[in-house]
C-alpha cells in the first residue's frame, strides 16, 4: 500500500497530518505577524524620533531664521548633522532651491520641484500646505546596502516674518520652504533582520517539539483504542449483542466504548420507542390547532382530526367537498386534484359552511403522500381558520375609507412628500381650493415649486428638519401669490419610505387686514405728531422766509450784496430746503403702505430715523432723551420700516406715562426723561426704552400685549400700539416684554437674533 493510500485510510494519518498541517500554519503565521508587528513598531519609532529631530531643528534654528543669520543656522544644522545616524539635512526654499546643508556642495542647487521629497506637497496645483506626518515621510535606498528615511517639514510663515524689518514674506504667503532631514536605517534594518531570524528560530523549535509530543498522545490515546472499538462494533454488527467492549476510561474514547456496548440493549429498546413515537404523533394529528385530512383519488375521507370533526358535519367515507362546502360534486378548481396529479403541495384560501351554519374562511396546504413505489396514494389537507382576520380585514377597510375620507374634508391643504426628493405622494380635496390645481396636477411634482422662485433653495434645506414655518409666500396655478403658514410633521409610517406630512393654512386675507390694521395705527401716530412735524418744517420755512425777506429788501433798496454773504445765505437756503424735503420723505415712507420684507439693519439707524421724526414732541413737551448707545452692533434680520413704527409706539407709550403722571400730580417735575439703551446679549441685539412715569401695575403686566387693551383714558389710546408691536417684532424672529415695579417708571425691552454673516444667525 502506497503512503498516499495508507494516509487516506488511516485516520490517525489524517489527525497527525492535519494538525501538523494547521500547527505549521499557525506558527508560521504567528512568526509572520510578530515580525511584520516588530518592524512596523521600530519603523514607527523611527519615524517619531526623526519627526522630533526635525521640531527640534526648526525649533533651534527659528531665532536664528528671525535674525537672518545664516552663520548660525549652517552651524546648528552642521552640528546635529554630527549624529551618527544622520545622513543629511537641508533647507529648502519656495523654489526649491537648497539655501542651508550639511554638505556644503549642495547649497544654492535647485532640486526638480516635481521630484524627489519636493512631490510630497507639490502633486498638486496649488501645492498642499497641510500634509500628514506619514505622507510626509519616505524610505528609498542608500546604494551603500541600506535604506534611507526622510522627513520632510514645512517652515510656515509666522507674524514676526511677516512684519519684522529685515524679511519681506507677505502675510498671505503660508509656506516660506521646508526641512528635509535624511537619516540612516542601516541599524534599524540589521536589527529587524536579526529578530526576524530569531522569531523564525524560536517558530522551528517549537514546532518540532510540539510534532513529536502530538505524534506520542495520537499513537498512545487514539490510535490503539480505537482499533479495540472497531473490533466491538464487528461483533455486534454480526449479531453478538453481549460482547463488551473494555470500557475503562472516562474520556471521549472510553465513553464510545460505553455507547457500543449499549447499542445491543438498545436496538431491543427502539422498537417499544417507536410504537410509543407512532402513539404521541397520533395524539398530535387529533390535537392540533387546525384541520387535517386525509382524502383518496375520489375525494373520500379516509382520517380527520378531532378540530375537523367538530367544525363540519361528517362521517369516515364522506366526500371532502360535501363536509368543506355542502356541495353535491367536487370543486371546479381543487386543491387535492392537482396534488394528484402532479405531486405537489398546493395552498390557497377558501370559504365554506361551519356545523352551524355560520360563513368559514380557512387557508389550505395540501400534500401528497407516496407509497413505497413513489405513486400518490392518498393527499393531506391542512386547513387554518382565518375568519377572524377576515372579518377585521373588512373592518379595517372600513376604517381605511373612514381616514381617507377625513383626510379629504380636512379644510385646510394636506401634503405629503417623500423625505429625499420632496415630491408630492399625495394630497387632498383642499389643495384644488386653494391652490387651483387638480390633484393629478400636482401629485409627482416637487412642493418647492409651490414657493416663489427665491425662496426655494433656502427651504429644500430646512424642510427635512424645521416642524413650523410662518408667513410663506406660495404661488397658485393662476400666478397670485399666498402667505401661508406651514406645519411639519415626519412620518415613518409611509407604506414602503420615510414621508414628511404637511399642512398649509392660507392666512393671506388674515395678514391683509394686519396690514390695514397696521397702516391705520401709522395714520394714528402720525396724526399725533402733526403739531411736532409742523414745528419741525417751520424751522427751515422761518430760515428760508427771513433769508428772502432780507434779498427782497435789498433788491427794493437796489443796494448790492456782498458775494460771500450772497453765497452763505443761499446755502443756509438749500440746507433747510434739503431738511424740510427729508422730514416730508420720511414722513411719506413711515406712512406708506408695504409688504413685510426682512433684511440686514442696524437698529441704532432705525432708532436714530424713529426719533427723528419724533424728537420736536418729546422737546416741546420737555421731555429729555437719554442715549446709551452700544457701537459696532451686530446686524438683525428685520423690516426696518415696520420696526420703526414699533419704537415709535414704544416712546409714545413713554411720554403719555410721563404726562399722565404730571397729571395726576398737577404739576410738571424735573427730571422726567425717556432713556434709549442699545446692547448685545447671549447673541442677541436687544433694546430698552424706559421712562420715568408711573409703572405699570402688576396686576396688567401680562395683559400689556393683548388687542385693544390698554391703560389710558377713553378717547386717549385704541389699545393697538403694543399689540401691533408685538406682532412685528415676532414676524421679525425677536421678542418684546414689558418689566416695572407699578411705581418707578416701566421699561420695555425688544430683542433680536444677531447676524454673524448674510442671513446667518449666530
Not at 504567528?30 to 526623526?50: G, L
Not at 527659528?62 to 537672518?68: E, F, V
Not at 507677505?170 to 526641512?179: N, S, T, V
Amino acid at each position: 500500500m502506497s503512503l498516499t493510500q495508507t494516509i487516506r485510510s488511516s485516520l490517525v494519518s489524517k489527525l497527525i497530518l492535519t494538525v501538523g498541517l494547521t500547527l505549521l500554519v499557525s506558527i508560521s503565521t504567528w512568526a509572520y505577524f510578530n515580525i511584520s508587528t516588530q518592524r512596523e513598531k521600530w519603523m514607527a519609532e523611527i519615524v517619531q524620533t526623526t519627526d522630533r529631530l526635525t521640531s527640534t531643528i526648526k525649533l533651534g534654528t527659528h531665532y536664528a531664521m528671525m535674525l537672518n543669520s545664516r552663520d548660525d543656522i549652517n552651524q546648528i544644522i552642521n552640528n546635529i548633522a554630527n549624529l551618527e545616524e544622520i545622513n543629511n539635512i537641508r533647507i529648502y526654499n519656495k523654489q526649491g532651491e537648497i539655501k542651508f546643508s550639511n554638505q556644503p556642495t549642495e547649497v544654492e542647487k535647485k532640486t526638480n520641484i516635481k521630484a524627489e521629497a519636493c512631490y510630497i506637497c507639490h502633486r498638486t496645483e496649488p501645492p498642499l500646505t497641510d500634509v500628514e506626518l506619514m505622507e510626509r515621510t519616505r524610505i528609498f535606498d542608500s546604494g551603500r546596502g541600506y535604506r534611507l528615511l526622510g522627513i520632510i517639514s514645512p517652515i510656515r510663515n509666522e507674524t514676526g516674518c511677516a512684519t519684522d524689518a529685515c524679511h519681506v514674506h507677505p502675510e498671505d504667503k503660508q509656506i516660506l520652504g521646508a526641512l528635509d532631514v535624511v537619516v540612516s536605517l542601516e541599524k534599524t534594518d540589521s536589527q529587524i533582520v536579526q529578530a526576524g531570524k530569531g522569531i523564525i528560530g524560536l517558530a522551528v523549535i517549537v514546532f518540532l517539539l510540539t510534532s513529536a509530543i502530538i505524534f506520542f498522545i495520537v499513537f498512545e490515546f487514539v490510535s490503539q483504542p480505537v482499533k479495540q472499538l472497531i473490533k466491538g462494533t464487528r461483533q455486534i454488527g454480526r449479531g453478538n449483542l453481549d460482547y463488551r467492549v473494555s470500557a475503562d476510561r472516562h474520556d471521549e474514547i472510553g465513553q464510545l466504548a460505553e455507547a457500543i456496548n449499549e447499542m445491543g440493549k438498545q436496538i431491543g429498546e427502539k422498537q417499544s420507542a417507536l410504537n410509543k413515537q407512532r402513539d404521541e404523533y397520533q395524539t398530535l394529528f387529533e390535537r392540533a390547532p387546525c384541520m387535517i385530512t386525509v382524502q383518496d383519488r375520489e375525494f373520500k375521507l379516509l382520517r380527520y382530526n378531532q378540530e375537523f370533526a367538530e367544525r363540519f358535519d361528517t362521517r369516515v367515507g364522506g366526500y371532502c367537498y360535501q363536509a368543506y362546502k355542502g356541495r353535491d360534486e367536487k370543486c371546479t378548481d381543487c386543491p387535492v386534484e392537482k396534488t394528484f396529479v402532479d405531486g405537489r403541495i398546493h395552498t390557497g384560501e377558501e370559504m365554506g359552511i361551519n356545523k352551524d351554519g355560520t360563513e368559514a374562511h380557512w387557508i389550505f396546504r395540501t400534500s401528497p403522500i407516496f407509497d413505497s413505489h413513489g405513486e400518490v396514494v392518498a393527499a393531506m389537507e391542512m386547513s387554518l381558520d382565518i375568519t377572524r382576520r377576515e372579518i377585521l380585514e373588512k373592518e379595517l377597510e372600513k376604517s381605511e375609507r373612514k381616514y381617507h375620507e377625513i383626510f379629504n374634508n380636512i379644510p385646510n391643504p394636506v401634503f405629503v412628500l417623500d423625505f429625499e426628493t420632496l415630491r408630492i405622494l399625495d394630497c387632498n380635496e383642499s389643495v384644488s381650493h386653494d391652490y387651483g390645481y387638480e390633484k393629478s396636477e400636482i401629485l409627482d411634482t416637487s412642493f418647492l415649486d409651490l414657493f416663489v422662485a427665491d425662496d426655494r433653495e433656502p427651504f429644500a434645506r430646512q424642510l427635512r428638519s424645521a416642524t413650523i414655518f410662518n408667513q410663506v409666500k406660495h404661488r397658485g396655478k393662476d400666478g397670485r401669490t399666498l402667505f401661508v403658514n406651514i406645519r411639519i410633521s415626519p412620518s415613518d409610517d409611509y407604506p414602503g419610505r420615510k414621508a414628511l406630512l404637511i399642512t398649509t393654512s392660507d392666512i393671506t386675507k388674515r395678514l391683509e387686514a394686519e396690514q390695514q390694521l397696521i397702516q391705520a395705527s401709522k395714520m394714528a401716530t402720525l396724526g399725533e405728531m402733526a403739531t411736532g412735524i409742523a414745528h419741525e418744517l417751520n424751522q427751515p420755512l422761518s430760515v428760508i422766509k427771513t433769508t428772502t425777506s432780507f434779498f427782497i429788501k435789498k433788491i427794493r433798496s437796489a443796494e448790492t450784496i456782498d458775494a460771500d454773504i450772497l453765497s452763505r445765505m443761499l446755502l443756509k437756503v438749500d440746507k433747510n430746503v434739503d431738511r424740510a424735503t427729508n422730514i416730508i420723505n420720511h414722513m411719506r415712507q413711515f406712512a406708506r403702505k408695504s409688504d413685510v420684507q426682512l433684511e440686514r439693519v442696524q437698529i441704532n439707524e432705525v432708532l436714530e430715523r424713529a426719533f427723528e421724526i419724533f424728537s420736536q414732541q418729546l422737546k416741546v413737551r420737555g421731555i429729555e432723551v437719554m442715549w446709551d448707545l452700544a457701537v459696532e452692533l451686530p446686524p438683525i434680520l428685520a423690516d426696518p420700516g415696520r420696526l420703526e413704527q414699533v419704537f415709535i409706539n414704544l416712546l409714545l407709550n413713554a411720554r403719555d406715562a410721563i404726562e399722565e403722571k404730571w397729571d395726576r400730580s398737577g404739576r410738571q417735575s424735573d427730571g422726567d426723561q425717556i432713556t434709549i439703551t442699545t446692547y448685545t446679549e447671549d447673541e442677541k441685539v436687544a433694546v430698552d426704552v424706559a421712562d420715568t412715569g408711573n409703572g405699570i401695575p402688576e396686576t396688567v403686566i401680562g395683559k400689556l400685549f393683548e388687542p385693544f387693551f390698554t391703560t389710558k383714558e377713553v378717547g386717549k389710546g385704541t389699545g393697538l400700539g403694543l399689540s401691533i408691536s408685538y406682532g412685528i417684532v415676532k414676524d421679525c424672529g425677536g421678542s418684546i416684554e414689558a418689566l416695572s415695579d407699578g411705581r418707578h417708571g416701566a421699561c420695555f425691552t425688544v430683542a433680536f437674533p444677531a447676524l454673524k454673516s448674510k442671513n446667518e444667525l449666530y
